[in-house]
């Protein structure tokens, strides 16, 4: 149902979530950017609507608020083993289409691979998701051609126009809340992009003989491997583990798990010695193909969902979508040498 409120009225509501969730949306970090007197925009603990920055693109996703950057598992000694404990309240996260249809990709992997993840799991059920609505293209967007720019899987949706706070709510645990403090309001449609400036095709009938491409020997130089695409991507899921142990008793600490890169030294070394991609360029086209290959050919649909962040952050101006434009011609190279 539609509703039209007040910012004063949804600033109301946000404090009687926030009795039962810590309330997350992007907003901006003063002088937190990577260069003097810059801000930075990322998603933080918020109270108020007015803290929600709507009209940019926030430079790191959601994602750290459903995968901590490093999350405690349990604490050991020599005899007791103890669970790290829950979160004490669930969370409500303001995000917009291609990071929810990112949500989609991260339950995947998680939840539906084989296993389910415990860690992920207990954190999942207590999150509710409201939906921002964009009302113009961002720099290196391609949500519209990876079919994640609409979505109507929230809980629900908010927009703020000449100062009044609209929602379309699909959560029945909050009807009685909004209708307190707002009127009814003919349906709220999400606002939604339908082009984007850049546009990227994915070939169909990719194989792995594209692995064979020269294309990906430019990365080799290009890249430094510093893993800040993975980072920011909202789908990338890759972790380590780390056993801490306390300085003042080596035989107690705690298990960590942290966030990793497939794009950064040390990621594929396994025991012996042995590196399964020591080129920058072989791990961009693990990276590359992971993303719109072998994730569908699992799932049915692609993992990368076009919010371009991996390009904004690029210090080497390194492009995704360009590397998916690419691959035609990959195709095409390989084929005329004989598939090598």
Request: glycine share 8%; proline share 3%.
């Amino acid at each position: 149902m539609g509703y039209c409120l007040e910012q004063t009225g949804f600033n109301q509501i946000l404090q009687e979530w926030s009795k039962d969730y810590f309330i997350y949306a992007p907003k901006r970090f003063k002088d937190g950017g990577g260069f003097s007197d810059t801000d930075r925009i990322r998603y933080g603990e918020i109270h108020t609507v007015e803290e929600i920055v709507f009209d940019l693109k926030s430079e790191f996703s959601f994602k750290e608020v459903l995968l901590p950057l490093s999350q405690t598992l349990f604490f050991f000694t020599e005899e007791v083993v103890k669970e790290a404990d829950p979160p004490k309240k669930g969370a409500v996260i303001f995000l917009r289409s291609c990071d929810l249809h990112a949500v989609k990709r991260l339950d995947a992997i998680y939840l539906e691979n084989g296993c389910e993840d415990y860690y992920y799991q207990r954190l999942r059920d207590k999150v509710k998701f409201v939906l921002l609505g964009c009302q113009y293209s961002f720099e290196n967007c391609f949500c519209v051609d990876m079919g994640t720019n609409r979505t109507d899987a929230y809980d629900a949706y908010l927009e703020i126009i000449n100062g009044k706070v609209y929602v379309d709510n699909h959560n029945e645990a909050w009807e009685a809340l909004l209708a307190a403090r707002s009127a009814a309001t003919p349906a709220v449609v999400p606002a939604c992009v339908t082009r984007n400036e850049t546009c990227v095709h994915i070939p169909a009938g990719i194989t792995l003989e594209v692995m064979g491409a020269t294309m990906w020997d430019e990365y080799d130089s290009r890249c430094i491997n510093c893993g800040r695409c993975n980072f920011v991507c909202p789908t990338c899921t890759c972790f380590s583990m780390q056993d801490i142990f306390y300085t003042d008793n080596g035989k107690a600490g705690e298990r960590r798990r942290v966030w990793a890169s497939c794009m950064v030294d040390g990621f594929t070394e396994v025991a012996g010695g042995g590196c399964y991609r020591q080129k920058n360029g072989q791990r961009m086209r693990f990276k590359v193909l992971h993303k719109v290959y072998d994730y569908k050919k699992r799932n049915g649909y692609h993992m990368c969902v076009g919010c371009g962040r991996c390009d904004d952050i690029c210090p080497e101006y390194i492009s995704f979508s360009h590397s998916i434009n690419k691959l035609a011609d990959a195709i095409e190279e390989v084929a005329a040498n004989g598939g090598k």
